[in-house]
T-cell receptor, first 114, second 113 residues
Framework: DAGITQSPRHKVTETGTPVTLRCHQTENHRYMYWYRQDPGHGLRLIHY???????DKGEVSDGYSVSRSKTEDFLLTLESATSSQTSVYFCAISESEGGSQPQHFGDGTRLSIL | DAKTTQPPSMDCAEGRAANLPCNHS???????VYWYRQIHSQGPQYIIHGLKNNETNEMASLIITEDRKSSTLILPHATLRDTAVYYCIVRVRGSGNTGKLIFGQGTTLQVKP
C-alpha cells in the first residue's frame, strides 16, 4: 500500500471552530489531492497541489484552504467549520497528474461538525 | 473525461470469477480506463488501468474491447473480502488538467459463500 497517513482519523468539533487535517506521504510524489465524500455525491475534489507551495482549487473549494510547505505534507484547513462540511475527507497522491499514473488514497478522516 | 456506465449491483459466488462490465462509448484515444474499489469506510483502492491493451496484475485483469468503448474487470477467484463498490473511471492521458478523478455510482459487488 502507498505510504499515506491521514490524521486525525476521526474528529468531532463545533461550528465556527478552525480545523486542520493532515496528509503525510512517504512516497516523494509530486501531486497531492484532497477529496470529500458524501452520500449521493461520490468523491469531489477540494484542492490539489502540484509541488511545494504550488496549489490550486478543485470543484468544491469554498470554505477550505490548503498549504504545502514540504513535499511530504499537505494540510487542509477549515477556517470556520460549518455543519455542511461534515464529511469523510480523503487525501490522494500521484507521481503525475496525467492519466498514465494512478492516484493512491489514504484511509480518510471522518469529520463531524455539530 | 468520458462518462462511464456500470450496473448498480452484481453477485458472485465465492471462488468463482467476477466479471464487472463498464461502458465508455465516448472515450477518446488519449484516455485511460481505470478501476478502483472501495470497501466500506476505507479509502478507494487502485486496482488496475489500461489504454488499449489488456492488462493483468496480481489483483485483477482488465479486458478492453478493440473499439475501446467498453471494458471488463475480472477478479479471477473472488473471495468474501472482494465485496466492495467497484468504480470504472476514464482519465485523460496528457498533462495540463487537474488530475481529478470522477467517481460515478459504481457497481456494488456482493461475493456470497
Amino acid at each position: 500500500d502507498a505510504g499515506i497517513t491521514q490524521s486525525p482519523r476521526h474528529k468531532v468539533t463545533e461550528t465556527g471552530t478552525p480545523v486542520t487535517l493532515r496528509c503525510h506521504q512517504t512516497e516523494n510524489h509530486r501531486y497531492m489531492y484532497w477529496y470529500r465524500q458524501d452520500p449521493g455525491h461520490g468523491l469531489r475534489l477540494i484542492h490539489y497541489s502540484y509541488g511545494v507551495k504550488d496549489t490550486d482549487k478543485g470543484e468544491v473549494s469554498d470554505g477550505y484552504s490548503v498549504s504545502r510547505s514540504k513535499t511530504e505534507d499537505f494540510l487542509l484547513t477549515l477556517e470556520s467549520a460549518t455543519s455542511s462540511q461534515t464529511s469523510v475527507y480523503f487525501c490522494a497522491i500521484s507521481e503525475s497528474e496525467g492519466g498514465s499514473q494512478p492516484q493512491h488514497f489514504g484511509d480518510g478522516t471522518r469529520l463531524s461538525i455539530l | 473525461d468520458a462518462k462511464t456506465t456500470q450496473p448498480p449491483s452484481m453477485d458472485c459466488a465465492e471462488g468463482r470469477a467476477a466479471n464487472l462490465p463498464c461502458n465508455h462509448s465516448t472515450i477518446s484515444g488519449n484516455e485511460y480506463v481505470y478501476w478502483y474499489r472501495q470497501i466500506h469506510s476505507q479509502g478507494p483502492q487502485y486496482i488496475i488501468h489500461g489504454l488499449k491493451n489488456n492488462e493483468t496484475n496480481e489483483m485483477a485483469s482488465l479486458i478492453i474491447t478493440e473499439d475501446r468503448k467498453s471494458s471488463t474487470l475480472i477478479l479471477p477467484h473472488a473471495t468474501l473480502r472482494d465485496t466492495a463498490v467497484y468504480y470504472c473511471i476514464v482519465r485523460v492521458r496528457g498533462s495540463g488538467n487537474t488530475g481529478k478523478l470522477i467517481f460515478g455510482q459504481g457497481t456494488t459487488l456482493q461475493v456470497k459463500p
